[in-house]
């Protein structure tokens, strides 16, 4: 009984950490960057708010479709969305560091290319090939 347990730990020593939910991988995280970068840590605490989907859900469990609903939370900014997947990718980092995760899923997610809008609210279309030769004749 003793060895099955031995090889249960060798086989997975942090099992308990597989555990933790993405609010404590946050909580753990954020006081390491209070200490050691309280400028990044004031930024990204901001961002805290638009994981609140997932505050409860396992850090192990996590995928690019919560990444994704995390960025569509709140209406973020085109910039919020860029930022939000800088903060995943921290999050991830860290928690690869204390084998709470095996692979950072915030690498593997894609953010829509930023749109831009005219004056009046609508979406900015750019020239096409041809209306920029008619417009340089």
Known sequence: EAYIALMDYHRDPLGAAKEFTVEQVYNSW??????????RARKFSYYWKYLQPHYNTK?????V?????TMNYLNPTNS??????????LLFKYALEYDITDKN???LCTIPKSQRYTTDGTAHKSFTDEEIQKLLQ
């Open 105 to 107: 899923y915030a690498k």
């Open 80 to 89: 919020t969305i860029r930022e939000l997947k800088v903060f995943w990718s």
């Open 65 to 69: 479709p919560h990444i994704k609903e």
């Open 59 to 63: 850090f192990s469990e996590i995928r």
């Open 30 to 39: 954020i006081d390491i960057e209070w200490s050691e970068n309280p400028v």
